[in-house]
């Protein structure tokens, strides 16, 4: 089992959010997916306030928070496939194409 974790920066988020998160944003569920990334609801709700409800701004915030250390989990593409595996997010089409493009075991 591959145990590696390839690191994201915030250049991921320049250059391959819009395709990575594709279904994520026509779901909506740009909150549970910062809940699966164990960012804090404060963060979360602060995001939604600032960025007046408007779903793409708010995920793009999200991520760039995550990226930039604002949870307990270490962001890497195996993080970013586990949360969207999440039962709150449910989206195991995207993990798994993240898993095939960044050769991620499960």
């Not at 594709?22 to 909150?31: A, G």
């Not at 164990?38 to 306030?49: A, F, G, H, N, Q």
Request: proline share 5%.
């Amino acid at each position: 089992m591959n145990m590696t974790c390839t690191c994201l920066s915030i250049s991921f988020l320049e250059e391959d959010l819009p395709d990575v998160l594709q279904e994520v944003i026509y779901e909506t569920k740009w909150y549970d997916l910062g809940l699966a990334l164990r960012l804090p609801s404060p963060v979360l709700d602060e995001i939604k306030t600032t960025n007046h409800h408007i779903v793409s701004d708010c995920r793009r915030d999200m991520i760039s928070r995550w990226l930039k250390c604002g949870s307990r989990i270490r962001p890497s593409w195996r993080a970013l496939c586990h949360a969207l595996r999440s039962p709150m997010v449910g989206n195991i089409a995207m993990a798994n194409r993240i898993a095939r493009m960044h050769q991620i075991l499960s």
